[in-house]
């Protein structure tokens, strides 16, 4: 079984190739081979958070293979009544947190408050971490933070603990917020594995195993950023790694599926 903890329904920064309706979303997946995605709205990130929402609350009822996190912004205070449709609603299984592009820092008072509000309704939170040179809202020590102290939920680090490259030496990614993520070894943080450098230079994923080993890791893909390609280019990165089958399966299912009582009736 393969579940995609990360995608995004709509268009993403208004890219006419980062671009997915529902159902072409739910078709890309099954496509790929991945059985279930879970999936946020665009428009939730970048517009109107609650119009967003909706979206999603209609996605997943629609379709079977997809799933929803609700997405809550300081700045749109009526967000915060959609952590109400998690557990209510069956499908939703948790909410997406983006500093970055929300535009407040995740170690703020304001950071920190919302995440308070948004463990006292879901254990499970998807954040961006803070992944291009110049962007530092969500990093992976205050995501260490927050975890540590909120160990009831799973917090997932989006985008491999804001793996990056360093525009001035193309050729070296940094892997500092692995290296972070790994000295914290905290058993409710996951890492998941929603970057372009996986399959952009040989090596990648295997340094990224590693560092942090396969029980951190949760398979995700960002789609539909790169388009539904990345599904198969980040499959491939993971299938040749020299694992054995079952710690694969970790990374595609089983880390996720531990963390969430629901996703047991996965079949």
Known sequence: MKIDVHGHIGSVNLHPNWTANAKQVSEMTQKAGVDHCF?????????????????????????DNLWGYMVVNPFFPESFRYLDFIGKERKIVGCKIHPDYHGYDL???????????????????LFHTSCMAGT??????????????????????AHLAGLYQNPLYPYYINYSGLEE??????????????????????????????????????????????????IR???????????????????????????????????
């Open 233 to 267: 280019f980040k499959i491939i990165a993971i299938d040749s790694l020299e694992l054995p089958q079952s710690d694969k399966e970790k990374i595609y299912s089983k880390n996720i599926r531990k963390s969430l009582q629901i996703l047991k009736e996965f079949k």
């Open 181 to 230: 993520a790994a000295q914290m070894n905290l058993p409710n943080l996951l890492i998941d594995t929603s970057s372009f450098w996986i399959y952009a230079y040989p090596g990648v994923m295997k340094r990224i195993v590693e560092l942090v080993g396969p029980d951190k890791l949760v398979f995700g893909t960002d789609i539909p950023i790169q388009s539904d390609m990345q």
């Open 107 to 125: 170690s703020s008072p304001m950071g920190k408050d919302l995440v308070r509000r948004v463990v006292d309704h879901t254990s499970l939170i």
């Open 136 to 157: 530092g809202f969500s990093r992976i020590g205050t995501l260490g933070e927050l975890a540590s102290k909120y160990s009831q939920a799973t917090f997932i680090s």
């Open 39 to 63: 999936v946020s709205s665009a428009m939730s990130i970048m517009y109107d958070t609650c119009q967003g929402n909706d979206e999603v609350l209609e996605a997943v009822r629609e379709f």
